[in-house]
């Protein structure tokens, strides 16, 4: 019997060995793993070709790549997304696709307070005032003002998920007023969480900080972008903790440099690292995160056993613990 092929197109890990001692003890099993991330496509087609399994990061897994795949079965995304996987593409040449939803959700909604409270506090600002200060020998506040309470103020959810849901229920503490905007959120679940659904028009009107957790596809590509960002108020803070593509970044630039809005954070980018000469940097009022809302050790480690039990799963037949294409079920 041949054996059954995986292939890790590329990894955030230090290491896969955990992965490669799990793997030993069904016996016929080929792993194999590579960081072809930045590698040219002729080489990613070359190592995956003949898998029978595929974990993706974030290569991108195009439609070009898969039409070329000869006897995937399965292709796997390490994380919450899946827009760099060509759902359509593979789904069409009969490659169910899976990722892992359910992991670093506690992760991404305290870094989206975190972020929200810092930059609402302007604690950028702030150190930077330590440091003149501290030179000159006397205090000076002049840059910092104004700063505002977060207690009474209307913080908007854009996008109440896993993750959104959980931003909701952690912001409870904080005697804050919250407007959630999610037109896929059913009636039973917002009774559930003891909100009601608003549309967008509202959240950017009306809310003082404006976190966003929706999920990136083509209707909710710049989702933010010139008009939305103008009709919000004029100290509103926004912050993304979802993916880059959710918001205009050029427009989100104009935004603070011209001062429709007060602040923003943002951990994601849509060229991931981003380009060292984007506007954001050049900006005291855009507070910036490397992609690492997800990061915790216990949430990397939670990774790694959920993939493991999709690898056993597929290596004994049986479905992927979140299919995305549910017509190849």
């Not at 399965?74 to 899976?98: E, F, M, P, Q, W």
């Not at 056993?305 to 017509?327: H, S, T, W």
């Amino acid at each position: 019997m041949d054996p059954i092929k995986i292939v890790v197109t590329d990894y955030i890990e230090p290491d896969l060995k955990w992965e490669e001692e799990e793997l030993r003890k069904y016996g016929h099993v080929a792993f194999e793993y590579h960081q072809l991330k930045f590698r040219p496509e002729s080489e990613l087609v070359e190592k995956i070709v003949d898998a029978d399994m595929i974990l993706v990061n974030m290569v991108k897994m195009t439609a070009g790549v898969i039409e070329k795949l000869e006897r995937c079965k399965l292709i796997l995304r390490h994380g919450v997304g899946y827009d760099n996987v060509d759902v359509s593409a593979a789904t069409k040449k009969g490659i169910r696709v899976a990722y892992e939803p359910d992991y670093c959700s506690d992760e991404v909604a305290e870094h989206a307070i975190t972020l929200l409270l810092s930059g609402w506090r302007k604690l950028n600002v702030g150190r930077k005032i330590l440091d003149e200060s501290s030179r000159n020998g006397i205090w000076d506040f002049t840059e910092v003002y104004p700063v505002y309470s977060v207690k009474g103020k209307t913080v908007g959810i854009i996008g109440c998920g896993r993750i959104g849901s959980l931003t909701l229920r952690k912001l409870a503490g904080f005697e804050v007023n919250v407007l959630v905007c999610d037109p896929y959120l059913s009636e039973e679940r917002q009774k559930e969480l003891g909100v009601q659904v608003v549309d967008l028009e509202t959240v950017l009107n009306e809310a003082d900080m404006i976190t966003v957790h929706a999920s990136l596809d083509d209707e909710s590509y710049h989702l933010i972008g010139e008009r939305e960002l103008r009709a919000m108020k004029s100290r509103a803070y926004l912050v993304n903790t979802a993916r880059g593509g959710l918001v205009d970044a050029d427009a989100l630039a104009r935004a603070l440099r011209e001062g429709w809005i007060a602040g923003a954070a943002v951990d994601v980018y849509e060229q991931e690292p981003p380009d060292p000469e984007m506007d954001l940097f050049k900006l005291e009022n855009a507070l910036l995160a490397p992609h690492l809302a997800w990061y915790s050790e216990e949430a990397n480690w939670s990774m790694r056993e959920k993939v493991m039990e999709d690898f056993v799963r597929f290596i004994e037949g049986r479905p992927p613990r979140f299919l995305i294409n549910k017509e190849l079920a």
